[in-house]
């Protein structure tokens, strides 16, 4: 996102990026948790996480894998830690190799 500000004949350029977190389900190909935020933190994909348990139920969610990078947002201790509370199963691409589990859409 680009802002321009214009004051006085002075111009102005601020670039804000701002990150999206998504969780999708692989089987109905539905984006069932997302979040914004300025940061690239663990608490962006663990709001993405939260909205899906919500959306779907704990209950649903037991025996689910959840496949991701090695990021470290999704290697963080809050994050494993929910995704063990409701019985999600983590999985993490080798190291180098990000299209070893990847689904063809």
Known sequence: ?????????????VILFIYLAILMDVFSRRFIGWELSREADAQLVLNALNRAIALRGAKNMNGCIHHSD???????????????EVGMQPSMSDKGNSYERIWVF
Not at 1 to 7: E, K
């Open 1 to 13: 996102m680009v802002i321009l500000l214009l004051r006085k004949s002075i111009l102005a350029f």
């Open 70 to 84: 090695h990021g470290v947002q999704y290697a963080s201790d809050a994050y494993v830690q929910r995704l063990e």
